[in-house]
Structures are given as structure tokens and as C-alpha cells.
């Protein structure tokens, strides 16, 4: 009983190093943060994520300690106006691309730590369904303003 129990042991562990965290089948480019000035203090990121698995999988949360405050939003449509709500996840689907760009996904920075400036790289984390996180070091870009669906009505 005790070796079954050692070898079910050794088992689980085996598994456990055969099966690749989120973190490495997901890769990130184009991330930015975008400029604000600097009496502004939400401002948002933005990035390319690509998930090279055979299956499906998700941002469940991000960090920063540029922000007090890091969710996860999408824009919506109500009432032909543009509006941002949070949401509980960022899927990835399998073999394919989630684009986060300014009017769709995104990553919201809420309550600015300092002022964001183009010489600082910005360090945000993603955390991934099982787990496993990806810090990455985001510029710092401008972005044109798309008419009145700015992101300052929040
Ligand atoms: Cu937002």
C-alpha cells in the first residue's frame, strides 16, 4: 500500500514536469503601454498574445506595480456607444491569436504609482488558468485618440 502510494506519487510528479506550463505557450509582441499625461492617472495596455498549444487557454489576471489597481476589460457596444466593462478572463484560443488594441481588449491601469514616461519601461504580469505567470516590460507609446470613444469616461 505504501509503495502504490509512492509510485502514484511519483507518477503525479512525472506529469507534473511532462506537461509545460501556460506561461511557455504563449507569446507576447507588439506590447505597449499607452501614454497619458501626466496629470492622468488610468491609462492601458495593449499587446498581441499568441497561443501555441494544442488547446485552449486564458489570462485569468494581470499585475503591475505601475498601477494600484490592474483589470481586465473589453469594450462593449450599448446603445451605440462605446463603453468598457471588466471581465473575469482574456481568452486564447488554442493555435491562435487574442488581439488587445485600443477599442477592444484590453489590460486597464487604474490609479497610476507615478507618472508613465517614454524613457521607463513599464513591467506588467499576466497570470495564466493554471497558475504559471509571464512578466513582460512594456514601452511606453502614444496613441492616437479615436474620436469620443476615449478611454477617460470610465
Ligand atoms: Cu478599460
Known amino acids: 500500500m505504501k509503495l502504490n502510494l509512492l509510485t502514484a506519487?511519483?507518477?503525479m510528479s512525472l506529469s507534473l514536469v511532462v506537461q509545460a506550463a501556460v506561461s511557455?505557450?504563449?507569446t507576447v509582441k507588439d506590447a505597449f503601454v499607452r501614454e497619458v499625461p501626466p496629470n492622468?492617472?488610468?491609462?492601458?495596455?495593449?499587446?498581441t498574445l499568441h497561443n501555441n498549444d494544442?488547446?485552449?487557454?486564458?489570462?485569468?489576471?494581470?499585475t503591475s506595480p505601475a498601477a494600484?489597481?490592474?483589470?481586465?476589460?473589453?469594450?462593449t457596444h450599448e446603445n451605440g456607444m462605446m463603453k468598457m466593462r471588466q471581465i473575469p478572463q482574456i481568452d486564447l484560443p488554442a493555435g491562435s491569436e487574442a488581439?488587445?488594441?485600443p477599442g477592444g481588449l484590453h489590460i486597464m491601469l487604474i490609479d497610476l504609482t507615478a507618472p508613465l514616461s517614454s524613457e521607463k519601461m513599464v513591467p506588467v504580469t499576466l497570470k495564466f488558468e493554471d497558475g504559471s505567470e509571464?512578466?513582460?516590460e512594456l514601452?511606453?507609446?502614444?496613441?492616437?485618440?479615436?474620436?469620443?470613444m476615449g478611454h477617460m469616461k470610465h
Open 9 to 11: 506519487g511519483l507518477l
Open 24 to 26: 511557455d505557450q504563449i
Open 40 to 47: 492622468q492617472t488610468i491609462s492601458a495596455a495593449f499587446m
Open 54 to 62: 494544442m488547446s485552449d487557454h486564458k489570462v485569468v489576471n494581470a
Open 68 to 75: 494600484k489597481v490592474v483589470e481586465l476589460h473589453t469594450h
Open 99 to 101: 488581439m488587445l488594441k
Open 134 to 136: 509571464k512578466t513582460l
Open 139 to 148: 514601452p511606453v507609446k502614444s496613441v492616437k485618440p479615436m474620436g469620443n
